[in-house]
């Protein structure tokens, strides 16, 4: 199965004790359904299976199949988790997943090319995109509402925004 098969769905935080728990950052909309997805990649190919132990303060505490000790939780710090995508629900029409944003065209409404999306952050205010441009140094970042985003046709592989006056 290809990378792009799979959506990145949490990442390891580290060790959590020293029996080879690790806090498990979930990027789930509800971060337990996280443990339904399993099982669970990463880039380099390993797979593991879950189990949810307990909430820890900003993560969730969990056991990874052939995980033991500490020191293999912690060799994981910073890992990406990633999930089969025919594992994931099917999303409502207006709702994305960020890896299927990442890399598309952006346009404004008279059809100028503004750069491809590089990036999607969230602050904890909303999404926002990051558009890099040809020759641009600084990269545009843009909220991503219906209001400044009113397209997104993922078969085109594009999406319109209307830029608001002071972005320009």
């Known amino acids: 199965m290809?990378?792009?098969?799979?959506?990145?769905?949490?990442?390891i935080a580290g060790a959590f004790g020293v029996q080879g728990e690790v806090r498990l950052k979930s990027f789930c909309a509800d971060?337990?359904?996280?443990?339904?997805?399993?099982?669970l990649y990463t880039e380099d190919g390993r797979s593991f299976t879950l189990r949810l132990t307990r909430?820890?303060?900003?993560?969730?505490?969990?056991r990874l199949s052939g995980v033991t000790t500490k020191e293999q939780a912690d060799?994981?710090?910073?890992?990406?988790?990633?999930a089969d995508r025919a594992r994931l629900p099917n999303l409502p029409d207006d709702e994305f997943y960020h890896a299927d944003l990442i890399g598309l065209d952006v346009v404004d409404t008279g059809g100028k090319a503004l750069g491809t999306i590089r990036a999607i952050?969230?602050?904890g205010a909303g999404d926002i995109l990051e558009i890099l441009g040809q020759g641009q140094?600084?990269?545009?970042?843009?909220p991503f509402t219906l209001a400044v985003v009113p397209t997104v046709d993922l078969a085109a592989r594009r999406v319109v925004v209307?830029?608001?006056?002071?972005?320009?």
Request: aromatic residues 4%; charged residues 20%; negative net charge.
């Open 55 to 62: 909430p820890v303060a900003g993560a969730l505490g969990a």
């Open 162 to 168: 209307d830029l608001p006056e002071d972005a320009e």
């Open 75 to 82: 060799a994981l710090r910073g890992t990406l988790l990633y």
């Open 121 to 123: 952050h969230n602050h």
């Open 137 to 142: 140094r600084q990269p545009l970042l843009l």
């Open 31 to 39: 971060p337990e359904a996280i443990a339904d997805y399993a099982p």
């Open 2 to 11: 290809s990378q792009s098969d799979r959506i990145v769905v949490g990442s």
